[in-house]
Nanobody, 128 residues
């Protein structure tokens, strides 16, 4: 059973930085996709980034709204993924979820409907 636990959210001012973590356990495969999604109040869950791990290497995709500001990294020993969020904006305010799917094809990585396991989420609030 895959379990994902996010942490690192908080209340910050615009322009500040945060680092989110997603600790994973029970990963059944060595090739998979890990995604991050944000859900603002009253809105649907939106794609933030995806990290695809496969035998051929690693591919990372970012939403246009976070390119150049968010950066992903991994600690394979700890089975933990990190998202460094810099230059935070008011519109980044959301609950952030990490998600897992065994599919590593790269198709529809941006759709939350294509992920099988989810963490409980961590709140990021950016004051303007």
């Amino acid at each position: 059973q895959v379990q994902l636990v996010e942490s690192g959210g908080g209340l910050v001012q615009a322009g500040d930085s945060l680092r989110l973590s997603c600790a994973a356990s029970g990963l059944p495969f060595s090739s998979y996709t890990m995604g991050w999604f944000g859900q603002a109040p009253g809105k649907e869950r939106e794609f933030v980034l995806a990290d695809i791990i496969s035998w051929s290497g690693e591919r990372t995709y970012y939403a246009d709204s976070v390119k150049g500001r968010f950066t992903i990294s991994r600690d394979d020993v700890k089975n933990t993924m990190y998202v460094q969020m810099n230059s935070l904006k008011f519109e980044d305010t959301a609950v952030y979820y990490c998600a897992f799917r065994a599919d590593y094809s790269g198709t529809y990585y941006y759709s939350p409907n294509n992920y099988d396991y989810w963490g409980q989420g961590t709140q990021v609030t950016v004051s303007s």
